[in-house]
């Protein structure tokens, strides 16, 4: 009895062996088709919201680009360094630029012909500059304004008498001064020397309704002035060959030293304040430790028993 029950329970266990692995087999593999299952979802769901993601940033970048303007590229301007001061060379370029192109309708209220002197013109070349300049000047003894020939001391007219009259004669448009332009736009020089550069026929898709100028560098892409720019449109005093981008680069110094005339009296002050604090550093260091090393080297006994 005992061998026919041990004998029956040995049969039976090694028929649920089988039975048991082949239900281990097969959870087994429906976990492991759940777990596929559940990392395809998850990277159908990553690509799906990375596409998203890529999307809303293409829409965004476009959308940008459109309302504030293409970003301009960096340009290694010569007088960025901390030692560097402006070409005043391409400074009296660029005034050549200004006058004879630009002047018709920006101005540049914030300068005076004094501040010419010594930097791109002598006093006699401004001076003369100055009598061919006519300033309405005022009250007379009557009580009235009167015309006379411009002064050292007197701003750059404007080619307008208000606002009003400047946009009554640009359509609408106010061309607007362009005294401080280079610290008023977002990465000024770079921006003036794009924009200058920038014309161009819109793409397919873009449309620009007369009377306005397409360049993807001004915001909205869509611009009052037209390109003013061509090469041999000046002929400059020392024999510069006048090409477009030449022009712009002397036009665009020009405003950057307009925008601050103190660029580089700031620049050699700074010079000489870092030198002479160098100095200053260098014999403090040296008093301290003069000062300080006989009582750092010195030995001090102490006699507990006397």
Not at 100 to 108: E, F
């Amino acid at each position: 009895m005992i061998s026919r029950a041990l004998s029956q329970g040995i049969n039976n266990a090694s028929s649920m062996q089988p039975r048991l692995l082949s239900r281990m087999i097969s959870s087994s593999t429906a976990t492991n088709n759940a777990e596929s299952k559940w990392t395809s979802t998850n990277v159908a769901l990553g690509a799906g919201v990375s596409a998203i993601a890529l999307f809303g940033l293409a829409e965004s970048v476009k959308t940008d680009e459109s309302e504030h303007g293409l970003h301009a590229p960096a340009y290694n301007w010569p007088h960025d360094g901390f030692f560097n001061s402006y070409d005043a060379a391409s400074i009296r370029r660029g005034h050549q630029v200004y006058q004879q192109v630009c002047a018709a309708c920006h101005s540049v209220e914030q300068l005076a012909y004094r501040n010419l002197v010594g930097v791109c013109y002598t006093e006699d070349e401004v001076k003369e500059m100055c009598l061919e300049i006519e300033v309405t000047d005022g009250p007379d003894d009557t009580g009235e304004p009167f015309e006379r020939a411009a002064k050292l001391s007197d701003k750059i007219p404007s080619p307008y008498m208000n606002e009003a009259h400047a946009r009554f004669a640009n359509g609408g448009a106010y061309p607007p001064d362009l005294s401080l332009i280079t610290k008023a736009r977002h990465d000024g020089q770079n921006y003036v020397f794009a924009l200058l550069l920038g014309y161009r026929d819109p793409p397919a898709g873009v449309s620009v309704r007369e009377g306005l100028h397409y360049n993807p560098y001004f915001p909205g892409g869509a611009i009052a002035m037209p390109k003013m720019l061509a090469d041999g449109g000046v002929e400059y005093d020392d024999g510069t060959p006048a090409t477009e981008s030449q022009m712009a680069k002397d036009v665009t110094t020009f405003l950057a030293w307009a925008a601050e005339p103190e660029h580089d009296e700031r620049k050699l002050m700074g010079a000489k304040w870092v030198f002479v604090l160098c100095l200053v550093a260098f014999q403090a260091v040296y008093y301290k430790r003069w000062k300080w090393a006989p009582l750092k080297s010195r030995r001090v006994i102490v006699d507990v028993v006397n």
